[in-house]
């Protein structure tokens, strides 16, 4: 007989009481195991049904089966009325009785508990295995270990909270020179310039005393390369986090200071089996947790991390408890008149698969405080910034009239690169919160793409086998997730089809960019699983499926919150069919390319272009001369986090401006960014920008109402994500016209967000450089891809060089807007590394190309050029005989097409 029950009532996060407007999980158990059960949650809010909620398996223990069913957020006071539901196969159905839950008032947000103003952290230092957070004054804001973002059994204790942690709250430095120790995290006692070496990610930070000559020069770093330790395995242990002081005085006269540092741990959330704790005989501070369990295990910590702080043993250590998980660590120094005195810290992580271990400093810890009080550590540091300097290497150097340019993308590169985990492939979105720090496979793809772009296709190719891997973590369910953690596990299973469509896309992009052939095959099922998704096969969520009458995808849109057939959802389902159905045709499987593209076809034809559009009596093509735009989405459901089909709880043509729907052009080029319908949304979504009364050079949001009533500057924010989207359109949309306006405009809002940007280049500011200081941190939401990655492609957009390696064809598409006199790129390819600089006097009509290469084979090279004003071709000259090109006097263009033989290459042409 088939029993149900519930194991643990409905519960908020980390197992308190459900609070207003945040997600709540109840745990499911059901008796006897079986394979084929399926569990669900029947749940009314009041006396309004919610139906069923799929109930996701947890594991099997004691002859039972365990099961969490996540519950939308519902507001103060709901009586949440549930019971559990399992059936089976056999038509067997097992129901326990029903329970009751209040949804409580949510709580304020919390101000930070240290003793000390914390500023915003900004820099991010990492070796792809470690991840730390420095804020603007060299104190370090929190670490991620042993992923670069967040694991499955490492959590924040309040993920909600914007400055939520996973291991540390604060480690900073100070110096005892006069009567107090005057923390460098004090305005009043410290000046403080932040900058990293070069193009590293060595971060330093340079105070200098107010009261004295005194200096601080601070480097923040992850050792990474062969200068790691080993632990008692013999094993690369990669965890090791180094501070270095090099404290100067400037004056005449020696000087007496004692140096200080301040912990305060909060490792693994701050919750489980905690310990702080100081071993005089090895002159270390040990952080621990060591788990600790709970019935539902995405709760549980269910793993020992422990961390060692140490000084470099240059003197003695003394270390003072301050409270329950910090204390300080003192070191007396003498400060010879003119001299440099270096004080080194090591923070060393140890992690282990499992609960109460208590081995990890003999096998993890002692080894690393060995090699800390052995090694040369200028040696390592050298050695890892020579890591990042390979890292640079195969990056484009462009020839863009503006330096910045060029310095923002290599820091963009940078930046993405600590993202991207090493071991699991899996990509974090961003560190402001925790959140953020999971594995988005939509932002995943994105910032994979830009890699392999930047000439880092491997990062690229781990994505991709990562996702292989985890698709098979919840098999009753087609789709893709809609977040997991950095080692693969699920977080959060919101179904939104682009999170898979996206996948047959991405992969196509990375095999034209490198041909490979062999990881298409051995992710083919993958392939396989995706189309099937974007084909509307029972996914396993009702809130994923296909609308018959429509023929559109309903899923959760790009907030993640909203169900419907949204246009964007939909244009990546067709174009990740298509994608599919081209990667089928290279792999000989005409069948399953055919079927392809008769669903992408008809989501096309008879859903996007028919149901999607605006659409008037005897207008099949629904351009509509009043908007002439597409809807945002179709039967969108009112009830948030919700699916329904409920007439009452539908808007049945949503008309909001999303700049997502622009991707109908670009990225995905089903229509040309001149299709009258994108050309009026782009118009209408900035016209509602200015109806904020901000910049406009900037876009405040990523979705608009259409009829915007303006309201004061005071409330505009800054979207990187639609900024630069929209930029992207513009760049394609100046190229099909030929008119030169839409490129000035995208480069006038690149340049806006290029002084946005903050002094080290990672997160925006709400003002420009220079109007109210360096104005507040914009919240983007994970920045790997709504900034740094959608930057490193627009300025790609912009240089326009590109190739195909299954066709051996080199693209170029350049953009030369008027205020620019030339343009160029030099990039290493698979075929080779090619060069081009496009040159036009400022006003002028004589265009000069000039084209450079050292190619490993034949490659066609394909040119097209946009020239604004350009009413006649003018002279033409080639290097090498050719014929004229083709040329549309009506946009501008300029077209041809010639064969470069291997070895090296030299082109030139003029005309105009």
Request: charged share 25%; hydrophobic share 40%.
């Amino acid at each position: 007989m088939l029993a149900a029950w519930i194991e643990t009532p409905a519960k908020g996060r980390n197992g308190g009481p459900v609070r207003a407007g945040m997600w709540s999980t109840v745990v499911i158990g059901s008796h006897p195991i079986q394979d084929s059960q399926r569990a669900w949650l029947e749940v009314s809010a009041d006396d309004h049904a919610l139906g069923l909620l799929p109930a996701y398996w947890i594991e099997n223990k004691a002859g039972n089966s365990f099961w969490y069913a996540p519950v939308p957020p519902q507001a103060v006071g709901t009586r949440l009325h549930y019971r559990a539901i399992v059936e089976r196969e056999e038509a067997e159905r097992g129901e326990s009785a029903y329970q009751d839950t209040i949804v409580r008032s949510n709580l304020p947000d919390r101000n930070e508990g240290s003793p000390f103003a914390m500023p915003e952290a900004e820099g991010l230092v990492g070796n792809r295995h470690m991840t730390a957070r420095v804020d603007g004054r060299g104190s370090t804001y929190d670490i991620y270990f042993p992923t670069v973002g967040l694991h499955s059994n490492v959590r924040p204790r309040e993920g909600d909270n914007p400055q939520s942690r996973s291991h540390f709250r604060a480690i900073i430095g100070g110096l005892a020179i006069g009567e107090r120790l005057d923390w460098f995290t004090e305005r009043s006692a410290w000046e403080a310039f932040q900058q990293y070496q070069g193009a590293t990610n060595l971060l330093t930070t340079k105070l200098r005393w107010r009261h004295g000559p005194i200096q601080v020069l601070q480097a923040d770093f992850v050792a990474m390369g062969g200068c790691l330790p080993l632990n008692a395995g013999q094993e690369r242990s990669p965890g090791q986090y180094l501070k270095r002081f090099f404290i100067t005085n400037e004056g005449n006269e020696p000087r007496f200071a004692t140096f200080g540092v301040y912990v305060l741990a909060e490792v693994n959330g701050g919750v489980g089996d905690l310990g702080l704790s100081w071993h005089e005989i090895d002159e270390v501070l040990l952080a621990i947790n060591r788990g600790h369990g709970h019935s539902n295990r995405k709760l549980a910590r269910d793993a020992t991390v422990e961390f060692a702080l140490a000084l470099d043993g240059r003197g003695r250590v003394e270390c003072e408890p301050t409270g329950p998980n910090e204390a300080v660590l003192f070191q007396s120094l003498e400060l010879p008149a003119g001299q440099t005195v270096t004080v080194n810290l090591l923070v060393s992580g140890a992690f282990t698969g499992w609960s109460g271990d208590r081995g990890t400093f003999e096998h993890w810890l002692r080894p690393a405080l060995n090699w800390f009080r052995s090694a040369d550590l200028d040696e390592v540091e050298q050695e890892s910034a020579r890591q990042w300097d390979d890292f640079i290497e195969p990056i484009p150097d462009f020839d863009f009239p503006r330096p910045s340019f060029a310095v923002s993308l290599r820091r963009s590169a940078l930046a993405m690169a600590l993202h991207a985990d090493a071991d699991w492939g899996a990509i974090a979105s961003g560190f402001d919160r925790g959140l953020s720090a999971y594995c988005w496979p939509r932002e995943a793809i994105w910032v994979g793409g830009a890699f392999a772009r930047l000439g880092h296709p491997d990062l690229d190719r781990a994505v991709y086998l990562w996702l292989n891997r985890v698709r098979h973590r919840h098999r009753p369910f087609l789709y893709w997730f809609q977040k997991y953690a950095i080692d693969g596990v699920p977080e959060w299973e919101t179904p939104a089809v682009d999170q898979s469509a996206m996948i047959p896309w991405g992969l196509e992009r990375h095999y034209r960019r490198t041909g490979d052939r062999e990881l298409v095959a051995s992710v083919w099922s993958m392939v396989e699983q995706a189309a099937n998704v974007c084909c509307g096969a029972p996914s396993g969520h009702p809130g994923l499926r296909m609308l018959d009458d429509l023929n559109l995808l309903s899923s959760a849109g790009v907030g993640d919150q909203i169900f419907g057939a949204f246009l964007y959802s939909n244009v990546t389902a067709v174009a990740g069919l298509r994608a599919a159905a081209r990667l089928a045709t290279e792999m000989g499987m005409e069948e399953s390319a055919r079927r392809w593209t008769e669903c992408a076809d008809r989501i096309w034809e008879q859903g996007i272009l028919q149901e999607m559009a605006t659409v008037r009596p005897g207008d099949p093509r629904g351009d509509d001369p009043e908007s002439g735009r597409f809807y945002q989405a179709r039967r969108v459901s009112q009830l948030r986090g919700l699916w329904t089909d409920d007439p009452a709880n539908l808007i049945d043509r949503s008309e909001r401006l999303e700049i997502f729907m622009l991707g109908l052009a670009v990225p995905f080029g089903l229509l040309p960014a001149s299709d009258p319908r994108l050309v009026r949304l782009a118009e209408s979504i900035l016209r509602c920008n200015a109806a904020l009364k901000g910049d406009s050079q900037v876009l405040a949001r990523a979705d608009y109402e259409p009829d915007q009533v303006g309201t004061s500057s005071d409330s505009f924010e800054v979207s990187s994500i639609a900024t630069l989207w929209m930029i992207r359109f513009l760049i394609e949309l100046g190229r099909e016209t030929g008119q030169g306006r839409h490129w000035t405009r995208a480069i006038g809002m690149f340049e806006a967000i290029l002084g946005r940007l903050s002094h080290l280049g990672l997160v925006l500011r709400s003002s420009p450089k220079g109007a109210d200081a360096s104005g507040r941190m914009v919240g983007s939401g994970g920045s790997a891809w709504r900034l740094h990655a959608m930057l490193v492609e627009t300025m790609l957009d912009l240089a326009g060089l590109d190739y195909d390696a299954p066709t051996r064809r080199l693209s170029l598409r350049p953009v030369l807007p008027g205020p620019w006199p030339q343009t160029g790129m030099k990039q290493a390819f698979p075929c080779g590394r090619v060069s081009y600089l496009l040159q036009r006097p400022i006003g002028g009509r004589v265009h000069h190309l000039e084209l450079k290469a050292e190619l490993k084979h034949p490659v066609d090279l394909e040119v097209n050029l946009t020239c604004p004003d350009l009413k006649e071709l003018g002279p033409w000259q080639s290097s090498a005989p050719m014929s004229e090109p083709m040329f549309d006097e009506r946009t501008g263009r300029v077209r041809w097409s010639v064969n470069l033989p291997s070895g090296p290459v030299e082109w030139r042409w003029t005309w105009g």
